[in-house]
């Protein structure tokens, strides 16, 4: 589940960056953005309400993770940031294709 926040301060890092780069700007992404504890408030309940193991919530331009509710523990942690990427190539993807 991936939905779009606009916190538009990091919108020229689409960029394949490592692990940790990719953590640093996603908690400086989830820092800009007000009412945190509601966000994570509401994105709990739509987790809830679809009965979802996991919700996560994308930055719009950069695809960081902004924020995600967690129901079930998963083992893999890098998980937001391979999703992050696939979602990254996906569109650099349908942007050439629309080109062609």
């Known amino acids: 589940m991936c939905c779009a926040a606009r916190a538009g301060a990091c919108r020229g890092v689409i960029g394949a960056i490592s692990t940790p780069m990719q953590q640093a700007w996603s908690s400086i992404v989830y820092a800009l953005i007000p009412n945190t504890r509601l966000l994570q408030a509401h994105l709990e309940e739509f987790r809830r309400i679809l009965d979802a193991d996991e919700v996560v919530l994308f930055e719009r ?5 902004v924020s995600h509710a967690t129901h079930k523990a998963h083992r893999d942690v890098h998980r937001f940031e391979k999703i992050s990427n696939i979602i990254k190539q ?11």
């Open 61 to 65: 331009a950069t695809f960081l993770v």
């Open 90 to 100: 996906f569109k650099l993807s349908c942007r050439y294709a629309s080109k062609g």
